[in-house]
């Protein structure tokens, strides 16, 4: 698909903040620089989609019990609400699919509205216990041209692997980790076939062992050592209003964009086995974490219903393009 869909995204490609423009009356101003990004990397992912959906074969993915209309008009039109005293643009509403393992406009809403859940509780955790640290893990297995067969021997690996923190007599470095968070994520390649891998987040006192870790991942795989560990340092130039950590969270939380980014038919493929299944799961510390429900894709609204706003519609043109309406939603619809 897209080049734009191919690098890691950053906390404001997943969610981001929006526009900062306080006094403008203009959508295109009012909507600011930074939100500008966020419609030139929806566009991205809406015509990546629509080329997914070409590629496939709309009746190939029909049969796969895709609502395939809601997929191609997902993102037609973006309500976003700006708050002059606050100078910020929030994503108010959109025709949402909610089928984000196709859709990749849904794929970077669900990813942003999850980071943003795991980041509070993260936030919440680290407030009790200041020592522990995130460090970024990420599990491979062999690849293999049956995406179902990897996607089972990985599941039950690492279920293996984390069993092991019960054990009375438990050597394993999972004895030192009270948190966790992971997601599933699959990738394809023509000449080594399916890689399907995790990528977690830890809470830890100190760095895990990385070269142990692989000794006891091959040990439960049998066919893979691969294990990388590294810690998740507070970005310094992180915007006031974005977590610092956020960065290394995004990595977890993109698993459904790379299920979007297939072509045509490995999509179709990756979606058959991958649908319904629970791609991220947790325990300790992040377990509990609420997912976001399909209706609960834009951004959260400040919570003072009091506060004036300016309601701003943009459509998608074509060629990954948003362009604003000619009319605003709403005027300003409360005053300080």
Request: hydrophobic share 40%; charged share 25%; glycine share 8%.
């Amino acid at each position: 698909m897209g080049a734009g869909l191919k690098e890691s995204p950053t906390p404001h490609q997943l969610g981001g903040m929006g526009g900062n423009r306080a006094g403008e009356t203009d959508q295109h101003h009012l909507i600011g620089e930074a939100g500008h990004r966020r419609l030139a990397r929806y566009g991205t992912a809406k015509a990546a989609t629509l080329r997914a959906v070409d590629e496939a074969g709309r009746e190939a993915m029909f049969r796969e019990g895709i609502r395939v209309n809601a997929v191609m008009h997902c993102g037609d039109w973006l309500a976003f609400r700006h708050y002059p005293t606050l100078a910020d643009s929030k994503l108010h509403a959109a025709n949402f699919c909610c089928v984000h393992l196709v859709c990749g406009f849904c794929a970077i809403r669900r990813g942003a509205r999850m980071m943003s859940r795991y980041l509070d509780r993260f936030r919440i955790v680290r407030a009790k216990q200041p020592e522990l640290q995130p460090y970024l893990v990420t599990f491979t297995v062999k690849n293999g041209p049956d995406l179902l067969e990897r996607l089972l021997h990985l599941e039950r690996s690492l279920t293996r692997l984390h069993k092991r923190r019960h054990g009375k007599r438990s050597r394993s470095l999972m004895t030192a980790i009270p948190g966790a968070v992971w997601s599933y994520e699959v990738t394809y390649s023509a000449t080594k076939g399916w890689h399907p891998h995790v990528h977690a987040i830890w809470l830890a006192n100190e760095a895990p062992d990385m070269h142990a870790l692989r000794d006891e991942w091959k040990e439960i795989t049998g066919d893979s050592f691969m294990v990388d560990v590294r810690p998740i340092e507070p970005d310094a130039d992180a915007p006031a209003d974005v977590d610092p950590h956020a960065k290394g969270f995004a990595e977890v939380f993109k698993y459904a964009m790379k299920v979007a980014e297939l072509p045509g038919q490995r999509l179709l493929d990756a979606y058959r086995v991958l649908n319904r299944r629970r791609l991220v799961r947790s325990f300790g510390k992040f377990y509990g974490v609420k997912e976001p429900a399909p209706d609960e894709l834009a951004d959260e609204l400040p919570s003072d219903a009091e506060l004036p706003y300016v309601d701003l519609l943009f459509r998608y043109a074509s060629g990954g393009r948003y362009v604003p309406t000619h009319s605003v939603r709403s005027a300003v619809a409360a005053q300080c």
